[in-house]
């Protein structure tokens, strides 16, 4: 089983970048995908996830500026970043999880990660 992010790059500030994550292995349509990330010196920290019934959830500092989807077909996930900011500079890591538990922000909530890509925005 394998994720595999891309999309990622250097953007000013208020930019906009879609990152991706294919899955292969098995199929992703009943797990929960989730996008994680990183700042150096930091915790990973949940960004947003989506459920297979549609559920959504973003963590305070993105939304309205973030959206997750997801392509069931493609066994892909998404996360369109619009009016990025410095501190939105990380790691970005998906993350597949079939516990279902709670809103599945947890790191040990998932099963399996993606090697990330990195996002860096300058002011």
């Known amino acids: 089983v394998q994720l595999v992010e891309s999309g990622g790059g250097l953007v000013q500030a208020g930019g906009s970048l879609r990152l991706s994550c294919a899955g292969s292995?098995?199929?992703?349509?009943?797990?929960?995908m989730g996008w994680f990330r990183q700042a150096p010196g930091e915790e990973r920290e949940f960004v947003a996830n989506?459920?297979?019934?549609?559920?959504?959830y973003y963590t305070d500092s993105v939304k309205g500026r973030f959206t997750i989807s997801r392509d069931n077909a493609k066994n892909t996930v998404y996360l369109q970043m619009n009016s990025l900011k410095p501190e939105d500079t990380a790691v970005f890591y998906c993350?597949?999880?079939?516990?279902?538990?709670?809103?599945?922000?947890?790191?040990?909530?998932?099963?399996?990660w993606g090697q990330g890509t990195q996002v860096t925005v300058s002011s």
């Open positions: 993350a597949a999880g079939w516990r279902s538990i709670g809103a599945m922000t947890r790191r040990q909530d998932y099963d399996y």
């Open positions: 292995g098995r199929t992703f349509s009943s797990a929960v």
């Open positions: 989506k459920w297979s019934d549609g559920k959504i």
